[in-house]
Nanobody
């Protein structure tokens, strides 16, 4: 089993920045990738960003590319999402995700609220 715990959400004005972190614990030796999704009430979860745990290759949704940066710390099993130039449309619950022993995201965190006021 793997546990994912997010931190760093909150309220920020448009144009501001927030930093989300996700710490993984448990059977993390088979990490394939970690990333972030987000969800607005009434809408489907949306991919935000991901990082391949071995290669470090990063992936971004078009809507956040150039504003968000995902990074990882293999030793600490932590993935971080630096969010800059935030917009009102970035308001959502952000979920940390992990792919362990598979290429599919099979573990999810509880989610952390990000609210951007315009």
């Amino acid at each position: 089993q793997v546990q994912l715990v997010e931190s760093g959400g909150g309220l920020v004005q448009a144009g501001g920045s927030l930093r989300l972190s996700c710490a993984a614990s448990g059977r993390t030796f088979s990490t394939h990738a970690m990333g972030w999704f987000r969800q607005v009430p009434g809408k489907e979860r949306e991919f935000v960003a991901a990082v391949n745990w071995s290669s470090g290759r990063t992936y971004y949704a078009d809507s956040v590319r150039g504003r968000f940066t995902i990074s990882k710390d293999n030793a600490k099993n932590v993935v971080t999402l630096q969010m800059n130039s935030l917009k009102a449309e970035d308001t959502a619950v952000y979920y940390c995700v992990g792919a362990y022993a598979t290429t599919e995201y099979n573990y999810w965190g509880q989610g952390t609220q990000v609210t951007v006021s315009s």
